[in-house]
């Protein structure tokens, strides 16, 4: 019988707005989903039996913290959006991602000593389900969207004072890509940065 691994926590992950763009600067295991578990009603007959019950469909709670450097960045989207087009979160450990499909969105902003200015989204979905109860707007699973990484110029615009950690870029090591532990720009050595284009 061969050994199954399996990968536990996402650590860094990408969370993907369509509306906002791809987000490669959610703080280190600031993102989780939990469950709204529906409430369960009782229909009662004569004599306080239960006839039947009904319960509200589940809805799932996405939120994610992203460190920024002044409120104006996000001052577009503070506060409550109905309904987004499908949000996913890619875990760069390769682990199990999420799909919400059309969740509101709720972004807000605290300040803290450990991470600073932050940004915390909060996605939710409205509780759609199939005809036999099922959720049909959120999917677990590994997802199939494309990373594409892009080397960082050497010429852009304050690269040398850059710290490659902070901005999550990465450095090929053999045919794969980790994330870069450097502080400073190193000589000779070639950055990327990480996009993903999600699943359809």
Sequence with gaps: MSEVSKLVGWGRNTLIDPSLGSMNDIVMNSTDVSVEEGQEFEA??????????KKDPDKYILVANRRIDDQSE???VLGFTESVDNVQCYPDNGGLGVKLI???RHVSVKMNTTDGLVAIYT?????A??????PTDVKFGTLTGAYTFTAVSTSSEGY???NPKNEHWYIKNGATYILS??????????????????EA
């Design 44 to 53: 009662q007959i004569e004599g306080g039996s239960a006839e039947s019950r």
């Design 74 to 76: 996000v001052e577009d």
């Design 102 to 104: 059309n969740p509101s």
């Design 123 to 127: 996605y939710k979905t409205k509780g």
């Design 129 to 134: 389900t199939d005809a036999s109860g099922k």
């Design 160 to 162: 040398s004072n850059k």
């Design 181 to 198: 532990e450097d502080t400073a720009p190193q000589s000779g050595m070639t950055y990327y940065v990480r996009t993903v284009t999600p």
